[in-house]
């Protein structure tokens, strides 16, 4: 976790209420107990932590989750056409 927040430039702390609170990042653990991030993991942190330090508030997330729902709905649907096979004759 220190090389992590260290990497990241947040706090232990902050990783640690990312695992622990949100349950958003959730690490392995070494045989020491130790958390392991992925490198996946480690860019989502960094994103969290840029749109905290936008002063994001919880209607704007809110806001941009329903929009990017949305968006994935409408994709969805348009990969479901090129799915479904060509109309027999």
């Known amino acids: 976790m220190g090389r992590a927040s260290e990497i990241l430039g947040v706090t232990p702390d902050f990783?640690?209420?990312l695992d622990n609170s949100?349950?958003?990042?959730m690490?392995?653990?070494s045989g020491g107990g130790h958390r392991r991030y992925s490198r996946k993991q480690l860019r989502l942190a960094a994103r969290?932590?840029?749109l905290l330090d936008q002063k994001h508030t919880l209607l704007?997330?809110?806001?941009?989750?329903?929009?990017l729902e949305?968006?994935?709905?409408e994709t969805r649907a348009r990969l479901a056409e090129f799915e479904e096979p060509p109309?027999?004759?």
């Open 15 to 17: 990783l640690r209420s």
């Open 22 to 25: 949100t349950e958003l990042l």
């Open 27 to 29: 690490p392995t653990r």
């Open 48 to 50: 969290v932590r840029e």
């Open 60 to 67: 704007s997330a809110a806001s941009r989750i329903a929009e």
């Open 70 to 73: 949305r968006d994935l709905q």
């Open 87 to 89: 109309p027999e004759r």
